[in-house]
C-alpha cells in the first residue's frame, strides 16, 4: 500500500494503475461503514484507491471540523488490511493552496434538507469531490447511503457535468441495535448514545406505518416528529418525506420514497435515513 500527500505524486501513481480504477472518498476515522465501501471496491476493481481528508470547505463555521475525530494511523492499520492500493491523504493547502478561488456549485436538490440547514456544505463537498475526480480520474466512486443526498448531488454533478465515472451507492451499515455507523457516534456519551436510536426508531415508524398501507405522508411525518419529541435529549432540524430523485417533500407517499431526518443528540447533530419500496 502506497501512501501519498500531494497531488503530484497521487497523479504519478495514477498513471501505472490498471484500470478500472475504484475510488472510495472518506473523511477518515473509519467504521465498518467506510470498510463495506472499500471491500465492495476492492472485490470489483483492480486498483483501489482511498483518500482521508477532513475537508474544511463543507464545514459550516460553527460546525466541528477542528472537532473532527482523526485516527491516521488506525485508519492506514484498516485500509493495508483491505488490500488498498494507494492512500491519497493530502493536508488542507496541498487542496486549497492560497487564492484557491474556485466551486463547483449545484442547484436544485442541493437547496433542500442538509442544504437548507447547512448553507455551503453542498458545495464543499461538490468541490472537494470535483478535485478529487480530476486528480484520481477513477471509473468507479463508492457513495454510501448514509448520506443519502450527498450521492444524489454526487450524481447530479457526475451527469450534468459529463464527468467521466460511474458513481454506485452502497447500503448504509449499522450497530447491531439500528443506528447507522458514523464518525460522529464517537462524540456522545453513555446516556446520548441510547437516545440517538430515536432516529433509526423513527424511520423504522415510517417503515411500518407505510407497509400497513398508509400514504398520508403528513401523517407519518407528524407520527415521527412526536416520536422523536418524546426523547428529551433529541432536537430535530427535519423529518422528511420525499422524492428520492428531486427530494421534493411528498404529500402522498409513492414508491420509492426516501424518508430521512437530522437530530441533533446533545450537541452532536445525526443524520439518517431509509428507502421506502
Ligand atoms: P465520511 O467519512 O463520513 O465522509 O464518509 C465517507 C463515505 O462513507 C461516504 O460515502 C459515506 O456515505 C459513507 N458512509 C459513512 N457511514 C456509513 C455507513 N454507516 N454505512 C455506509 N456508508 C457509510
Redesign the pocket.
Known amino acids: 500500500m502506497k501512501v501519498v500527500t500531494t497531488i503530484a505524486d497521487m497523479q504519478e501513481a495514477r498513471q501505472r494503475l490498471t484500470a478500472p480504477v475504484g475510488l472510495v472518498?472518506?473523511?477518515?476515522y473509519l467504521h465498518e461503514?467506510?470498510l463495506?465501501?472499500v471491500s465492495q471496491a476492492r472485490a470489483e476493481n483492480p486498483s483501489l484507491v482511498v483518500t482521508i481528508f477532513v475537508n474544511p470547505t463543507q464545514f459550516g463555521p460553527r460546525e466541528d471540523f477542528k472537532a473532527y475525530p482523526r485516527d491516521t494511523e488506525h485508519d492506514l492499520a484498516l485500509l493495508e488490511k483491505e488490500k488498498t492500493d494507494i492512500v491519497f491523504i493530502p493536508p488542507a493547502k496541498e487542496m486549497y493552496p492560497p487564492g484557491f478561488d474556485s466551486w463547483v456549485e449545484i442547484a436544485g436538490v442541493t437547496e433542500r434538507l442538509e442544504g437548507a440547514c447547512r448553507p455551503g456544505h453542498f458545495r464543499g463537498v461538490t468541490t472537494v469531490c470535483a478535485k478529487l475526480f480530476n486528480i484520481i480520474q477513477p471509473d468507479i466512486a463508492y457513495?454510501?447511503?448514509?448520506?443519502a443526498q450527498?450521492a444524489i448531488v454526487i450524481k447530479k454533478m457526475v451527469a450534468d457535468l459529463n464527468m467521466n465515472l460511474k458513481v454506485v451507492t452502497?447500503p448504509?451499515?449499522r450497530e447491531p441495535d439500528g443506528l447507522?455507523?458514523?464518525?460522529r457516534n464517537t462524540y456522545l456519551n453513555p446516556e446520548e448514545r441510547k437516545a440517538a436510536l430515536v432516529l433509526y426508531q423513527a424511520l423504522t415508524l415510517a417503515q411500518k406505518l407505510w407497509a400497513a398501507g398508509d400514504t398520508d405522508a403528513d401523517k407519518i411525518r407528524r407520527e415521527m416528529l412526536a416520536l422523536i419529541k418524546r426523547e428529551p435529549r433529541a432536537k430535530i432540524d427535519y423529518v422528511s418525506l420525499a422524492d428520492p430523485e428531486t427530494l421534493e417533500e411528498l404529500g402522498r407517499v409513492k414508491t420509492p420514497a426516501l424518508a430521512s431526518l437530522a437530530v441533533k443528540i446533545g450537541t452532536t447533530r445525526l443524520i439518517d435515513n431509509v428507502v421506502l419500496e
Open positions: 472518498p472518506t473523511m477518515g461503514g467506510h463495506s465501501l457513495f454510501g447511503q448514509k448520506d450527498q452502497l448504509t451499515v447507522a455507523m458514523s464518525s
